[in-house]
């Protein structure tokens, strides 16, 4: 039947591991402790710890969804928005989700391109940097998705030297600025949480590529352990960024992981900082090749007519496109917000109420019967 | 024959999009390593920016391959220009080519600039991308030009690297660390105040000879350079320092420091007054002695003797700070470390009523190599 895939497509357990922590680490993690110590000061890891432990529970949603749907056919969203909704409004929901997928790559790359502007080539024109790269996301989604899942890994590897590069910050340390513990209310800790999402976000793609997952029971704790390496992994560089900057320079740093970079000297290079932005190209090829596979995907999906060869090429022009509109930082601190606001009903309001939605359709189905 | 062509069109795009950014070869460019600025008022300054000159240097490898091609580059350049300026921009149509400032090693000030403030100077260096944040600031006492551009310093290697390289060794000894990466910690944080050596020419070498304290971006005073090891004592924790103790009229001791350690409490953090205490304890060694004071027996007593004296310095030391209120010792921010629900508007009121305790505890590890 059509809702079989074939094993030569599919990717193994690990891949659930590796896809989700890859999609979550993206450009946040060069800027998000000045966004959230903003409310919460010292207290801030409080809030990427808080907000990494719901992003599992927001994972066993996800889990328990896709395991219920297999009983009724391919366990993607796409599926279940269909089943549950109806092929309209079933796809209208897609769509939805999918322009959410849309806003991530494009958030990303653009603050990409934003950093690279900044911090090494004030010249560089965004459109030929986007052409050059949709070029590569081109290539690497035309491979499918074991394709995507290999440089998914390579990113992982690729980034581990970056994260031990923070060790040369504890010389530098004060540690008194951890203190007190637990000094604010927990409406300012929860603002921060919220803005936190913006960085955990990127996890629940694994709605869409569930099904080529084989041996679906051995990937689930993986899953959970992808996630938990991402929360060891933002809340360590949270707490290094509160030891190392005072709060008043905090705020008045952009990114303060790179800023962090820019001070490690070794003898034969000073500027780490450029090294480690343009290995960071390596966080955003995955992540966009991903998401303009699941869009092309939702695109086949929804209008069977159209292959994803081709509707590949024209979601890469969109993407083009609007990356070229943006003019200005602000914009794209703006872009990034709405990212974050989306993301945010999604995850935690979206997905919970469609596990009841499903659940309800459950016990229709069985009065019915 | 499709693959080749696909192969044939991304190799032209590639070409046609890429190469189409300015580079800086590092041939091609004067690697700036040191600015100076001048105050003289009105908000004017004179700039002053070096380059390494490599004619100078008496390389045996390069008289024998011909002279390097830097050979001919400017050494400095200088002029007026308004504080904040980015000295690069401003000397940019002096440059023999385009200056670059991404290994910049020292920023200098001179006194004048450092009583009007630094502000402008030091968002500058907080914006620009560009400029290596480890690189050392320091406070020069006269002109930073003169000291810059002065051709009789004994060592041939360029300025930069010789003001770099002595305040570096100093910030591992007796000196606390100070680094643009420092001051803006300071400079930027709540309830502290930066400090920066200060530096003087002195004949045909280069001499530190304080510690100038600031009150935000300003200069408040100079901390000589004998009371330099009881603030840094205070401030972290070293292993290299040297202390001189006069124990009696003409009679020293020198402490060579092995290991120092600090720790601070507070009780009453949100009151009127409230106290801080310090505790710092020492390992040292003791290098030089006035004949017939100290023996392995007479320990002790010696001990108890320095630990009262340092105790009493660091009191005044503080109590001095409190009076000017400045706090680059960074107590504020001790304090607020210990205190719940910190009160932190009304800290610059009760920081000069603040008790300051401090206890030393001084282990004296031996005493050399004769009795």
């Given at each position: 039947?059509?809702?079989k895939?074939n094993p030569?497509h599919t990717i193994?357990?690990l891949s659930a591991?590796f896809?989700?922590?890859?999609m979550?680490?993206?450009?946040?993690?060069?800027?998000?402790?000045?966004?959230?110590t903003?409310?919460?000061?010292?207290?801030?890891w409080?809030?990427?710890l808080?907000s990494g432990?719901s992003?599992?529970?927001?994972?066993?949603?996800?889990l328990?969804?896709?395991?219920?749907e297999?009983h009724f056919g391919r366990?993607d969203?796409f599926?279940?928005?269909r089943?549950?909704?109806g092929p309209?409004i079933g796809n209208?929901?897609?769509?939805?989700l999918m322009s959410?997928?849309l806003?991530f790559?494009?958030?990303?790359?653009?603050?990409y391109?934003e950093i690279?502007q900044v911090?090494?080539?004030?010249q560089?024109?965004?459109?030929t940097?986007?052409?050059i790269?949709?070029c590569?996301?081109?290539y690497?989604?035309?491979?499918?998705?074991?394709t995507i899942?290999g440089?998914?890994?390579?990113?992982f590897?690729?980034?581990?030297?970056?994260?031990?590069l923070?060790?040369?910050?504890?010389?530098?340390?004060?540690y008194?600025n951890l203190?007190?513990?637990?000094?604010?209310?927990?409406l300012?800790i929860?603002?921060s949480c919220?803005e936190?999402t913006?960085?955990y976000?990127?996890?629940?793609?694994?709605?869409?590529?569930?099904p080529f997952?084989?041996?679906?029971?051995?990937?689930?704790?993986?899953?959970?352990?992808g996630?938990?390496?991402?929360i060891?992994?933002y809340?360590?560089?949270?707490?290094?960024?509160?030891?190392y900057?005072?709060?008043?320079?905090?705020q008045?740093?952009?990114w303060?992981?790179?800023?962090y970079?820019?001070?490690?000297?070794?003898?034969?290079f000073e500027?780490v900082?450029?090294?480690?932005?343009?290995?960071?190209l390596?966080?955003?090829i995955?992540?966009?090749?991903l998401?303009?596979?699941?869009?092309?995907?939702?695109?086949?999906?929804?209008?069977?007519?159209i292959?994803m060869k081709h509707s590949l090429?024209?979601?890469?022009?969109?993407?083009?496109?609007?990356t070229?509109m943006?003019?200005?930082g602000?914009q794209?601190?703006?872009?990034?917000?709405?990212?974050?606001g989306?993301?945010f009903i999604?995850?935690y309001?979206y997905?919970p109420?469609?596990?009841?939605?499903q659940?309800i359709?459950k016990?229709?189905?069985r009065?019915?019967? | 024959?499709?693959?080749?062509?696909?192969?044939i069109?991304?190799?032209?795009v590639?070409?046609i999009l890429?190469?189409?950014l300015?580079t800086s070869v590092?041939?091609?460019?004067?690697i700036?390593?040191a600015e100076?600025v001048?105050?003289?008022?009105?908000?004017k300054?004179?700039g002053?920016?070096t380059m390494?000159?490599?004619v100078?240097?008496s390389?045996p490898?390069?008289?024998?391959?011909?002279?390097?091609?830097?050979?001919?580059?400017?050494r400095?350049l200088?002029?007026?220009?308004?504080d904040g300026?980015s000295l690069?921009d401003r000397?940019q149509e002096?440059g023999?080519r385009a200056?670059?400032a991404?290994?910049?090693?020292v920023?200098?000030?001179?006194k004048?600039?450092?009583?009007?403030g630094?502000r402008?100077?030091i968002?500058?260096?907080?914006?620009d991308?560009?400029?290596?944040r480890?690189?050392n600031l320091?406070?020069v006492?006269?002109s930073?030009k003169?000291?810059?551009?002065?051709?009789?310093y004994?060592?041939?290697?360029?300025?930069?690297r010789?003001?770099?390289?002595?305040?570096e060794?100093n910030n591992?000894?007796?000196?606390?660390?100070?680094?643009?990466?420092?001051?803006?910690y300071?400079?930027?944080?709540?309830?502290?105040?930066p400090?920066l050596?200060?530096?003087?020419?002195?004949?045909?070498?280069?001499?530190t000879?304080?510690?100038?304290?600031?009150?935000?971006d300003?200069y408040v005073?100079?901390?000589?350079?004998?009371?330099?090891f009881?603030?840094k004592?205070?401030?972290?924790?070293?292993?290299?320092?040297?202390?001189?103790?006069?124990?009696?009229s003409?009679?020293?001791?020198?402490?060579?420091?092995?290991?120092?350690k600090v720790?601070?409490?507070?009780k009453?953090?949100n009151?009127t007054?409230?106290?801080?205490?310090?505790?710092v304890s020492i390992?040292?060694?003791?290098?030089q002695?006035?004949p017939?004071?100290?023996?392995?027996?007479?320990?002790p007593?010696?001990?108890k003797k320095?630990?009262?004296?340092m105790?009493?310095?660091?009191?005044?030391l503080v109590?001095?700070l409190?009076?000017?209120?400045?706090?680059?010792l960074?107590l504020?921010q001790?304090?607020r470390?210990?205190t719940?629900?910190?009160?932190?508007?009304s800290?610059?009121?009760?920081?000069?009523n603040?008790h300051f305790?401090?206890t030393v505890d001084t282990?004296?590890i031996q005493?050399?190599?004769s009795?």
């Open positions: 039947m059509y809702n895939i030569t193994g357990p591991f896809l989700p922590q890859v979550q680490i993206g450009i946040g993690f060069l800027s998000f402790q000045q966004i959230i903003k409310f919460s000061e010292q207290d801030g409080l809030a990427t808080i432990l992003t599992l529970f927001v994972m066993w949603i996800i328990r969804l896709l395991e219920n297999r366990p969203i599926s279940i928005h089943r549950i909704f309209w209208v929901l897609t769509f939805i959410h997928v806003l790559s494009f958030a990303f790359l653009r603050s391109i690279l911090w090494i080539f004030p560089l024109n965004s459109f940097f986007s052409i790269f949709c590569i996301v081109w690497i989604v035309m491979g499918g998705l074991r899942s440089v998914c890994l390579l990113s590897i690729y980034l581990i030297p970056l994260f031990i923070s060790i040369f910050i504890v010389p530098h340390a004060h008194e203190m007190p513990l637990f000094d604010h209310t927990p300012s929860m603002r919220y936190t913006h960085d976000l990127g996890f629940e793609l694994i709605l869409y590529f569930y997952i084989s041996q679906p029971e051995k990937a689930r704790k993986w899953a959970f352990r996630v938990l390496t991402t060891y992994i809340t360590t560089i949270l707490l290094l960024g509160i030891i900057f005072s709060q008043g320079e905090m008045n740093t952009i303060p992981t790179i800023t970079w820019k001070s490690v000297r070794f003898p034969l500027h900082d450029i090294i480690a932005i343009v290995i960071l390596w966080v955003l995955p992540n966009i090749c998401c303009s596979w699941i869009l092309a995907r939702g695109i086949k999906f929804t209008f069977p007519a292959k090429i024209g979601i890469l022009v969109v993407l083009i496109t609007i070229c943006v003019k200005n602000l794209v601190r703006t872009i990034n917000n709405i990212y974050n989306f993301g999604i995850i309001f997905l109420l469609l596990l009841f939605c659940w359709k016990k229709i189905g009065q019915s019967a | 024959m499709k693959h080749f062509m696909h192969l069109a991304s190799i032209t590639l070409i890429s190469g189409c300015p590092i041939d091609d460019v004067l700036i390593e100076g001048d105050y003289i008022g009105g908000n300054v004179i002053t920016v390494p000159n490599y100078q240097s390389n490898g390069s008289s024998g391959a011909g002279l390097p091609t830097t050979a001919s580059m400017i400095y200088s002029g007026t220009t308004y300026k690069v000397f002096n023999q200056l670059r991404g290994k910049l090693r920023m200098l000030f001179n004048g600039l450092a009583k009007h630094l402008k100077q968002d500058l260096r907080n914006r991308p560009e400029a290596p480890e690189m320091a406070i006492d006269g930073c003169k000291l810059l551009t002065a051709i009789d004994q060592t041939q290697i360029p300025i930069a010789y003001i770099q390289d002595m305040i060794q591992k000894q007796n000196y606390p660390e100070s680094t643009l990466e420092s001051f803006l300071a400079y930027y944080g709540d309830y502290m105040d400090f050596p200060v530096i003087r020419k002195s004949g045909d070498h280069l001499e000879i304080g510690l100038a304290l600031f009150k935000s300003k005073m100079e901390l000589p350079s004998n009371k330099v009881i603030f004592m205070l401030f972290q924790k070293f292993d290299q320092g040297v202390y001189d103790f006069e124990f009696a003409q009679k020293h001791i020198a402490l060579k420091n092995v290991h120092t720790s601070y409490k507070v009453n953090g009151s007054s409230p106290d801080i205490y310090a505790h390992n040292a060694q003791i290098i002695a006035y017939k004071s100290i023996n392995k027996t007479m320990g007593k010696i001990e320095i630990e009262k004296h105790a009493a310095q660091a009191e005044k109590h001095m409190q009076k000017k209120q400045i706090d680059p960074q504020g001790h304090v470390s210990h719940r629900h910190f009160d932190g508007k800290w610059y009121d009760r920081y000069p603040a305790h401090c282990t004296i005493t050399g190599i009795d």
